[in-house]
């Protein structure tokens, strides 16, 4: 490998704006993000998925035609 040319790694916390701390290696000591797999929705199952058909069921559903 060729000195010089990589970046020092070091400690680094990974912050959640949920208050989740993850510890990892990186070429930052400290990084902030918004969600994490603690607070995300579609990991935690809070997640709402719309199930009702598609555009031709709601256009029906809309104007009732059987």
Known sequence: MREGIHPNYVASK???HCG???ET???KPE???DVCSKCHPFW???LKQN???G???KFKKKYGIA
Do not use: F, L, P, Y
Request: proline share 0%; charged share 15%.
């Open 25 to 27: 290696n990186s070429i």
């Open 55 to 57: 555009r031709a069921d």
């Open 20 to 22: 989740n701390v993850i």
């Open 44 to 46: 935690t199952g809070s």
């Open 31 to 33: 990084i902030k993000i």
């Open 14 to 16: 990974i912050i959640c």
């Open 51 to 53: 199930t009702t058909g």
